[in-house]
């Protein structure tokens, strides 16, 4: 998969290539969050996928680390227009994790601790797109930038990518999160410029 392997061989797009329209690139990470961190411990943390008819699969920590992890190397796009290239997580595909998971939902609400909400077709969770990151650049995954796990979607602007990710609702409808209530596109494609409703 393009996304994945671009960090480990071939040449570099030059940077402009790789810069959706309206993006400029930065090098550090900055955090953006709209309220305070969660402080979640790993002993209570727990990952849940409802399906539209109410099965419910969870995984504590000790199970999410005990899947199989990938290590994605990807670029991140804000809406507030900073990109960053070359980002290197570890975590466990969505394939993963909603591979036994029956289901005839289309939609996809994701859901934070501390509230935060984001919603996006499941497809787009599905086929080697989407990660519930609990590493960043070789490290454990910071608070502020998530930890202990976050929604890692990287196609979509950043918005989509759940920090303090705690389950995902499968829905039958689409339904708005936070920001998609707000104002903000209902997709938010950063090579369509997707960023507000009407875009
Ligand atoms: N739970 C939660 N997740 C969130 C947010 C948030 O406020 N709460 N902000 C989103 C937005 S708008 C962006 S740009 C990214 C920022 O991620 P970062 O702080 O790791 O850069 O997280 C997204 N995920
Ligand atoms: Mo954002």
Redesign the pocket.
């Known amino acids: 998969m393009a996304i994945v392997s671009r960090g480990f061989h071939g040449r570099r797009q030059s940077s402009e290539h790789r810069l959706p329209p309206g993006q400029y690139e930065v090098t550090d990470?900055?955090?953006?969050?709209?309220?305070p961190t969660?402080r979640v411990s790993r002993d209570v943390w727990e990952f849940t996928v409802v399906t539209e008819t109410g099965d419910r699969h969870s995984w504590n920590w000790r199970q999410l680390l005990a899947l199989p992890s990938e290590r994605p190397v990807v670029d991140?796009h804000?809406?507030?227009k900073w990109s960053k290239f070359d980002t290197t997580w570890q975590g466990v595909s969505m394939d993963t994790l909603l591979g036994d998971v029956e289901t005839a939902a289309e939609y996809a609400l994701v859901h934070?601790?501390?509230g935060?909400t984001?919603n996006l077709p499941l497809a787009d969770l599905l086929d080697g797109k989407a990660w519930i990151a609990y590493g960043y650049g070789g490290a454990d995954l910071p608070p502020?930038?998530?930890g202990p796990a976050?929604l890692l979607v990287p196609h979509l602007?950043?918005?989509?990518?759940?920090?303090?990710?705690r389950g995902i609702q499968l829905l039958m409808q689409d339904e708005p999160g936070?920001?998609e209530s707000a104002g903000y596109h209902d997709y938010g494609d950063p090579w369509r410029e997707q960023r507000y409703q009407g875009d």
């Open positions: 990470f900055p955090v953006l969050s709209a309220g969660p991140l804000c809406v507030t934070s601790y501390g935060y984001t502020e930038h998530g976050r602007y950043l918005w989509k990518s759940a920090k303090w990710v936070f920001w």
